[in-house]
């Protein structure tokens, strides 16, 4: 254990930074370090390195210090900050979260893992695979609406959930550009062979800012990112670029963690311990090019019944910085007409 204790400690303070950043303001009085800062309002998924506070308590032995405590007191903090969120600018008053990557990733899990944490109880609005295969299950162009506690109403954001890559029969590049732009309307299904036309009742010919995807979310799964195939990273990285030279910003959402480690598949707890999620972590962000301060660890609900706050925590830290992420572009978009 002790051989790797340093890098590991850089790990966890990362991690427990950003989530005393993005959940309170009520940091520990005495921080140690100072390395910058980092709060989902000024930092952009673009930037190249973690700047982070250092908010480790004096008082606290950091090596020893134990994230899973953090997490279980800060559920209620963290839901309480995504339900009081609110778009800075009303001129868009719903942010478009596009939910992207290879097939069988769990995208359509994480938006139901999303959509679970709120309802209070499982829910499988978007049908996921029961199995892995080597076809997309989603074919559909599908926008869903997270619904809040109170009738009729809603969270600020949705989740468009699309087809997933394959090297030959899967979603197009073209596709998601123009998803990405704004030009594909909820329900269209997708021909892994051929891009959307301009004379499709689904194809939207004058999006506007509204229509327009305001953060491009990565899904890759963490227990076969190093076996993927070459081409599917092309692709993302393809899409990235697209996004990039539109100004969107960017995250991974890193699935499958239980899979790809026991210690976290016994303890979801041990996420930010284990050095194998972060050799995950580091891999699809050499694979991508997406910096790690963008990549979040999640486990989806994929066979529960019931919720389980820690996973709720490590969906709501994701989500919360996506939203952020996505609100920071519509200003800058707004700010730079
Ligand atoms: N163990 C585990 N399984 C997961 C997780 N997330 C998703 N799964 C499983 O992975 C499989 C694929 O999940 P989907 O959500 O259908 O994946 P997708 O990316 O939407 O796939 P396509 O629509 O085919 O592109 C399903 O069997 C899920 O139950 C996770 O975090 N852990
Ligand atoms: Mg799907």
Request: aromatic residues 6%.
């Amino acid at each position: 254990m002790h051989c790797n204790l340093d890098h590991l400690e850089e790990y966890i303070d990362m991690h427990y930074n950003r989530l005393y950043s993005t959940m309170n303001k009520d940091k520990p009085e005495n921080n140690k370090k100072s390395k910058g800062n980092l709060t989902p309002n000024s930092k952009r998924p673009h930037a190249d390195s973690l700047t982070s506070t250092g908010a480790v308590p004096e008082t606290e032995n950091k090596t020893s210090h134990n994230i899973s405590l953090l997490l279980s007191e800060d559920k209620q903090k963290l839901l309480t900050a995504v339900n009081d969120f609110k778009p800075e600018n009303p001129e868009v008053a719903t942010l478009r979260i596009l939910l992207h990557g290879p097939q069988g990733a769990g995208k359509s899990s994480f938006f139901n893992s999303v959509d679970s944490v709120f309802q209070g109880r499982i829910t499988t609005r978007a049908l996921a695979q029961a199995t892995e295969t080597d076809r997309t299950f989603t074919v559909e162009c599908k926008t869903y609406k997270v619904k809040k506690d109170r009738p009729d109403s809603y969270f600020p954001f949705n989740f468009t959930d699309i087809a997933g890559m394959h090297k030959v029969e899967g979603i197009k590049m073209d596709d998601i550009i123009k998803l990405l732009n704004g030009h594909i309307n909820s329900g269209y299904h997708f021909n892994p062979f051929k891009p959307i036309c301009e004379d499709d009742p689904k194809y939207n010919k004058n999006p506007t800012l509204n229509d327009r995807i305001h953060c491009l979310v990565a899904v890759l799964p963490a227990h076969n990112v190093s076996i993927m195939d070459d081409d599917i990273f092309m692709q993302m990285r393809q899409a990235r670029e697209k996004a990039r030279d539109l100004g969107i910003p960017q995250v991974i959402i890193m699935t499958k963690i239980d899979e790809s480690c026991e210690l976290v598949k016994n303890d979801l707890k041990m996420t930010y311990k284990s050095k194998k999620v972060k050799q995950k972590m580091e891999e699809c962000s050499a694979k991508t090019g997406i910096p790690m301060s963008c990549i979040y660890p999640v486990k989806n609900y994929h066979e529960e019944r019931t919720n389980d706050d820690t996973v709720d925590i490590l969906i709501l830290d994701a989500l919360q910085n996506i939203i952020h992420f996505a609100d920071d572009y519509i200003k800058d978009q707004i700010d730079s007409e």
